[in-house]
């Protein structure tokens, strides 16, 4: 079955660097990727998607990268702020379901 | 175009009571989900439904746990008899498409048993 994982349960950064959240999956044909970002008491919050079709996405601050080859998605946020800060989730569909992972917690000091 | 709307947002039950969980997707989605999450653990995936019908319940408790989706109204989760291992966040999600599609959340509800 899938299995989603992250590789670090936390993560601390200083403001205005960047930072890069890892994620792995074990089903080859999952051909959907979404990352969400939870604050504290809130409910998750879509950030970015992307399709097996490609290997890179940006949006504003923030790309997603997927390796098929070796079953990685990667969150990247530049110029990390304090308002960042919260726990991310990769979310990997498959067989019409999606499934998340963990999380991850990040940190941003000031 | 309100989001993804949960009541109550807090939830207190004793032991042995009936909590009820209340979601309104968002305006033309068809698709609800609910996910149960524990402090600091990631969501677990409990039950998918589309107007009065229950698609996928696999990760819902045999026991105590049910959900409906009816043709008017928001969609119910209720939990009988609760007991304090029920203590968690309960997230709504919908899509408007199908269940391997971007999932859109709510607020959740916190429920406590005491």
């Known amino acids: 079955g899938e299995s989603v994982g992250l590789h670090l349960p936390t993560l601390s950064v200083q403001e205005g660097d960047n930072s890069i959240i890892n994620c792995a999956y074990s089903?080859?044909?999952?051909?959907?990727f979404i990352w969400y970002k939870q604050e504290s008491g809130k409910g998750p919050q879509f950030i970015i998607d992307i399709r097996s079709n490609m290997d890179k996405r940006q949006g504003q601050r923030v790309t997603v990268l997927l390796n098929k080859t070796v079953k990685h998605l990667s969150l990247q946020i530049a110029a990390t702020q304090p308002g960042d800060s919260a726990v991310y989730f990769c979310a990997v569909s498959e067989e019409e379901q999606l499934i998340f992972g963990q999380g991850t917690e990040l940190s941003v000091k000031p | 175009n309100a989001g993804v709307m949960q009541n109550p947002r807090h939830l207190v039950r004793r032991r042995g009571q009936e909590a009820r969980l209340r979601c309104s997707p968002m305006?033309?989605?068809?698709?609800v989900y609910w996910y149960r999450q524990l402090p600091e653990e990631g969501l677990k995936f409990m039950v998918y439904?589309?107007?009065?019908?229950?698609?996928?319940e696999s990760g819902m408790p045999k026991e105590r746990f049910s959900a409906e989706f009816p043709k008017e109204g928001p969609s119910i989760l209720r939990i009988q008899q609760v007991v304090r291992g029920d203590s968690a966040a309960y997230f709504c999600?919908?899509?408007?498409?199908?269940?391997?599609?971007?999932?859109?959340f709510g607020s959740g509800t916190q429920l406590s048993v005491l």
């Open positions: 999600a919908s899509s408007p498409l199908g269940r391997d599609e971007k999932l859109f």
């Open positions: 089903n080859s044909a999952s051909d959907y």
């Open positions: 305006k033309g989605h068809s698709h």
């Open positions: 439904l589309q107007k009065e019908n229950i698609i996928d």
